[in-house]
Each structure stands twice: as structure tokens, then as C-alpha cells.
């Protein structure tokens, strides 16, 4: 199948591949000509594991790209637009480039097609696509527009593709029906599985297609988004309540996510969730629905629950090392999760503001972000490092800010012996705090009780700042 992929940010980027991969003949379109420049010679802009491979194996076959809409979508039987939906100033997407897009399309339709809605959007908005393109001249019996939301995790995104736990389409006619059933094929009769040369992943069988209304299939990506999101919030409340008493956080939640109910996903305390869905998906949510005349209080207290993490750990990290002015600080992670190189929203990037506005000096390292964390803190002076140990070297304290596996895997020891004062708060709970206290360092995590190893005997003390 010829299918057309607009915009080749995170999302696009990956489907295009991936629809590659399925075997069809994709076309990316990206007017940004530095990013296509990119893409032409085989770079892949943006740090996706298992991207590279599917771009080695597919670009300049099955896989093209141009910044010429109308070329892009000529001979194509699908149209996804995967373009972004960022925060407006009053909390709603803004759907600007969405409607861009609409009267593009709308403009050069010669052959039917199925004009899919991929972008995280709030429902109604394929409503909006279908007027904005007969306003724009477009003959009905030459479109249906269709959803088709994603359920992509960045550092995943490929796999999350391949195998995923569903697929959600709403359409609203039989064309549409078909053919993103067709689009799909290859994962739900499990063909793509029998391949010898298929991206290995986990798969419990071929996945389910989920038909639904076009209105309900936008619905079921935001209220996704905000459940796990307010998942995310629960679990640091109770992580507050945890460390107040004295218990075990990595004990509650595994209580907790045991019931089949619940599961333990997303069950895991941290600095807050950040990232380019999650915040801007729960603003827009609430956004929508109070429009609606609905009760939005919940997912207004996941975002102040949220926040107030940040809040919570720069505190913990003025009370493990007293004063902020003067402190070298040595922070792993910028980056808003592992796996990805995206800086968006990311709470790491607040933390590190807010540090060194209260007078830190910050050093950092991040295996993937740190070019992007570049442009976007412009307004601060801070350090990077291209090794984790050597941000280490001289720190009054390390911060882990990202749960890289990287970070995971270091060795506690050496990170003693590197740090001005051995001390390590842990916004991500990557270790166990008994080796953390058996290597020498004292540890703040979240949800569990501070972790002190022996203090040297007085005549071994060391000024901070000596």
C-alpha cells in the first residue's frame, strides 16, 4: 500500500518506518529543509532505539522523503498526519499546523484517500480536518478523515509500533475500515511475525484492532495519557506518605502493582513525569472538558501532585547538602526519561534551572541529550561532561536525575572516591540503598528513609570546601 506520512518529528518519524518495515511504500513529508537535509543522507535526527536499523534496511527503498506535500500524497492511499499539537497559552492544543495540513491536502486531492489523524488531538478535532477541507474546496467523495492515535514511548517507540498492545482506528465509514485494516494487516494476521528478519520484540500473538468511532478513538488517546499520567502522580503521593513514615516504597508498590487490577506499570516514584505527551496531554484534556462543562478536579490535582514533586526533590537536595550557593553539583540525566534524547518538558532540565538560579554550579552528563539541554539552557551557565565519572570528580553531591540503565550499572565505589562529599540523591530510585550505604555513600532516594554510611572518625573530617 502507497501511504503519505506528514511530518517527521518523534511520531512520524517512527510510523514512517515502521509502515516501511510492514512493507508499503512510505513518503515522508518534513518542510523543515535542515531536518530533511538530514534525512537524505541516511542521519537519523533523533535518538530512537532500533530507528537506524529500519532506516538502513528501508530509506531510499521503501522509504522517501520531501518537503513537497503535493508529490508526497499523490499516489497515496492513506495520509497520516503526524505534525505537532503543542500547548497553547490557555492550556489547549494548538492545532494550527493540523489545519495547515488539512487545507494542503485539501488542495491536492486527484484520488481518494483516507486522511488519518495520528497527532495527539483533542476529540472533535477530525470533525475540524473534514470542514476545514471542504471549506478549503476538497471533494467530499475524494476523502474520509480517520483516527488512528499512538501509543508510543520514546527510547520504545519502534518496538511499541511493532508490538503493540492494540490498535486503536476510528472511522466512521467502510473505506476508511478497510483500508487501515489493510495498513495493519501484517501485524494482525501475524505475517510480520513469521518473517525471518522481523525486529524481534515480545508478543503474546498478533495484536487486536480496536474499531471505534472517530470520536471515541481521539477520547481513548487522551484519557490513556491522563491515566497513566495520574498513575504516575498517586504513586509519588504515596511515595510522600512512605518516606514521612518510615516504610519502603519499592515494598508498597510491589504490594500494590501485584493485584491484577492495577498492575505495576507506571508504578514508579520519581521526579514527576515530563516529556511531550503526559503534560501537554493532561492540560488539554482538562482544557476540553471543562469546556464541556465537565468536573476536571482530578486531573488538575495529577498536575499540582506533579509539580510539587519537583518542588519536593530540590528541597531534598537543599536539606542533604544545606546550603545551594557555592555547590558543585554532578547531575546524571537530562533527558525526561531513558532511551531518548528528547528534553521536552522534562523534569530534569527544571531541576537543573532551579539549582543553579539558587546559586549550584551544575556539571552534567547525559548519553544522549546533552546537545539538545544545550539549546534549551540558554538562560544558565552549566558544565557538561562526556563521562558520568568524571562529572562526578570534586562534586559536593551527585544527583541522578534520568533512569538511564547506564546509571544503573556504575560503580558505587569510584563514585565515593570521586565526590567531594559522598553523597547521592537519587531521583529515579535506581539502587538498592544497602550497596549504596556499603559503598560509602550516604543516599536520598524517594519513598525510603535516608541511607547514612559511618561518618569518619573527627580528626578525618573534611571542610567542604578545603
Same mark, same amino acid.
Given at each position: 500500500?502507497?501511504?503519505?506520512?506528514?511530518?517527521?518529528?518523534?511520531?512520524? *518519524?517512527? $510510523?514512517? /518506518?515502521?509502515?516501511? #518495515?510492514?512493507?508499503? !511504500?512510505?513518503? +515522508?513529508?518534513?518542510?523543515? =529543509?535542515?531536518?530533511?537535509?538530514?534525512?537524505?543522507?541516511?542521519?537519523?535526527?533523533?535518538?530512537?532505539?532500533?530507528?537506524?536499523?529500519?532506516?538502513?534496511?528501508?530509506?531510499?527503498?521503501?522509504?522517501?522523503?520531501?518537503?513537497?506535500?503535493?508529490?508526497?500524497?499523490?499516489?497515496?492511499?492513506?495520509?497520516?498526519?503526524?505534525?505537532?499539537?503543542?500547548?497553547?497559552?490557555?492550556?489547549?492544543?494548538?492545532?494550527?499546523?493540523?489545519?495547515?495540513?488539512?487545507?494542503?491536502?485539501?488542495?491536492?486531492?486527484?484520488?481518494?484517500?483516507?486522511?488519518?489523524?495520528?497527532?495527539?488531538?483533542?476529540?472533535?478535532?477530525?470533525?475540524?480536518?473534514?470542514?476545514?477541507?471542504?471549506?478549503?474546496?476538497?471533494?467530499?467523495? *475524494?476523502? $474520509?478523515? /480517520?483516527?488512528?492515535? #499512538?501509543?508510543?514511548? !520514546?527510547?520504545? +517507540?519502534?518496538?511499541?509500533? =511493532?508490538?503493540?498492545?492494540?490498535?486503536?482506528?476510528?472511522?466512521?465509514?467502510?473505506?476508511?475500515?478497510?483500508?487501515?485494516?489493510?495498513?495493519?494487516?501484517?501485524?494482525?494476521?501475524?505475517?510480520?511475525?513469521?518473517?525471518?528478519?522481523?525486529?524481534?520484540?515480545?508478543?503474546?500473538?498478533?495484536?487486536?484492532?480496536?474499531?471505534?468511532?472517530?470520536?471515541?478513538?481521539?477520547?481513548?488517546?487522551?484519557?490513556?495519557?491522563?491515566?497513566?499520567?495520574?498513575?504516575?502522580?498517586?504513586?509519588?503521593?504515596?511515595?510522600?506518605?512512605?518516606?514521612?513514615?518510615?516504610?519502603?516504597?519499592?515494598?508498597?508498590?510491589?504490594?500494590?502493582?501485584?493485584?491484577?487490577?492495577?498492575?505495576?506499570?507506571?508504578?514508579?516514584?520519581?521526579?514527576?513525569?515530563?516529556?511531550?505527551?503526559?503534560?501537554?496531554?493532561?492540560?488539554?484534556?482538562?482544557?476540553?472538558?471543562?469546556?464541556?462543562?465537565?468536573?476536571?478536579?482530578?486531573?488538575?490535582?495529577?498536575?499540582?501532585?506533579?509539580?510539587?514533586?519537583?518542588?519536593?526533590?530540590?528541597?531534598?537536595?537543599?536539606?542533604?547538602?544545606?546550603?545551594?550557593?557555592?555547590?558543585?553539583?554532578?547531575?546524571?540525566?537530562?533527558?525526561?526519561?531513558?532511551?531518548?534524547?528528547?528534553?521536552?518538558?522534562?523534569?530534569?532540565?527544571?531541576?537543573?534551572?532551579?539549582?543553579?538560579?539558587?546559586?549550584?554550579?551544575?556539571?552534567?552528563?547525559?548519553?544522549?541529550?546533552?546537545?539538545?539541554?544545550?539549546?534549551?539552557?540558554?538562560?544558565?551557565?552549566?558544565?557538561?561532561?562526556?563521562?558520568?565519572?568524571?562529572?562526578?570528580?570534586?562534586?559536593?553531591?551527585?544527583?541522578?536525575?534520568?533512569?538511564?540503565?547506564?546509571?544503573?550499572?556504575?560503580?558505587?565505589?569510584?563514585?565515593?572516591?570521586?565526590?567531594?562529599?559522598?553523597?547521592?540523591?537519587?531521583?529515579?530510585?535506581?539502587?538498592?540503598?544497602?550497596?549504596?550505604?556499603?559503598?560509602?555513600?550516604?543516599?536520598?532516594?524517594?519513598?525510603?528513609?535516608?541511607?547514612?554510611?559511618?561518618?569518619?572518625?573527627?580528626?578525618?573530617?573534611?571542610?567542604?570546601?578545603?
Amino acid at each position: 500500500m502507497k501511504i503519505a506520512v506528514v511530518g517527521a518529528g518523534y511520531v512520524g *518519524l517512527v $510510523s514512517a /518506518a515502521c509502515f516501511a #518495515e510492514l512493507g508499503h !511504500e512510505v513518503v +515522508a513529508i518534513e518542510n523543515d =529543509l535542515e531536518k530533511l537535509a538530514q534525512l537524505h543522507s541516511g542521519c537519523v535526527p533523533i535518538h530512537e532505539n532500533l530507528l537506524s536499523e529500519l532506516f538502513l534496511r528501508h530509506a531510499g527503498i521503501r522509504l522517501t522523503f520531501t518537503s513537497d506535500i503535493s508529490d508526497g500524497i499523490r499516489n497515496a492511499e492513506a495520509v497520516f498526519i503526524t505534525v505537532g499539537t503543542p500547548p497553547a497559552p490557555n492550556g489547549d492544543a494548538d492545532l494550527s499546523f493540523v489545519e495547515a495540513v488539512a487545507r494542503e491536502i485539501a488542495c491536492d486531492l486527484q484520488s481518494r484517500k483516507v486522511v488519518v489523524e495520528k497527532s495527539t488531538v483533542p476529540v472533535r478535532t477530525c470533525e475540524a480536518v473534514r470542514r476545514t477541507m471542504l471549506l478549503a474546496g476538497a471533494d467530499r467523495r *475524494l476523502f $474520509s478523515v /480517520a483516527s488512528n492515535p #499512538e501509543f508510543l514511548r !520514546e527510547g520504545t +517507540a519502534v518496538s511499541d509500533f =511493532l508490538y503493540p498492545d492494540r490498535i486503536v482506528v476510528g472511522v466512521d465509514d467502510e473505506y476508511s475500515r478497510s483500508v487501515l485494516a489493510a495498513v495493519y494487516s501484517p501485524l494482525t494476521n501475524g505475517s510480520y511475525y513469521r518473517r525471518d528478519d522481523a525486529i524481534p520484540g515480545y508478543s503474546a500473538g498478533a495484536p487486536r484492532i480496536l474499531f471505534t468511532s472517530v470520536k471515541s478513538a481521539e477520547l481513548i488517546k487522551h484519557a490513556s495519557n491522563a491515566f497513566l499520567a495520574m498513575k504516575i502522580s498517586f504513586i509519588n503521593t504515596v511515595a510522600a506518605v512512605s518516606e514521612a513514615v518510615g516504610a519502603d516504597i519499592r515494598q508498597v508498590c510491589e504490594g500494590v502493582g501485584a493485584d491484577s487490577r492495577i498492575g505495576n506499570r507506571f508504578l514508579n516514584p520519581g521526579i514527576g513525569y515530563g516529556g511531550s505527551c503526559f503534560p501537554k496531554d493532561v492540560l488539554a484534556f482538562r482544557s476540553i472538558a471543562t469546556q464541556l462543562g465537565c468536573d476536571a478536579e482530578l486531573l488538575t490535582a495529577t498536575m499540582n501532585v506533579n509539580q510539587r514533586q519537583r518542588d519536593r526533590f530540590v528541597e531534598k537536595v537543599r536539606h542533604a547538602v544545606w546550603n545551594l550557593r557555592g555547590k558543585r553539583l554532578a547531575v546524571l540525566g537530562l533527558a525526561f526519561k531513558g532511551g531518548t534524547d528528547d528534553t521536552r518538558e522534562s523534569p530534569a532540565i527544571e531541576i537543573v534551572r532551579r539549582l543553579v538560579k539558587e546559586g549550584a554550579q551544575i556539571v552534567a552528563y547525559d548519553p544522549a541529550a546533552v546537545e539538545r539541554a544545550k539549546r534549551e539552557l540558554t538562560d544558565i551557565e552549566i558544565e557538561y561532561s562526556d563521562d558520568p565519572y568524571e562529572a562526578c570528580r570534586g562534586a559536593d553531591a551527585l544527583l541522578v536525575l534520568t533512569e538511564w540503565q547506564l546509571f544503573s550499572e556504575l560503580d558505587l565505589r569510584r563514585l565515593a572516591q570521586l565526590l567531594r562529599c559522598p553523597m547521592l540523591i537519587d531521583g529515579r530510585n535506581l539502587f538498592d540503598p544497602s550497596e549504596v550505604k556499603e559503598a560509602g555513600l550516604h543516599y536520598h532516594s524517594i519513598g525510603r528513609r535516608e541511607s547514612e554510611a559511618p561518618l569518619p572518625e573527627s580528626e578525618e573530617l573534611v571542610p567542604w570546601h578545603q
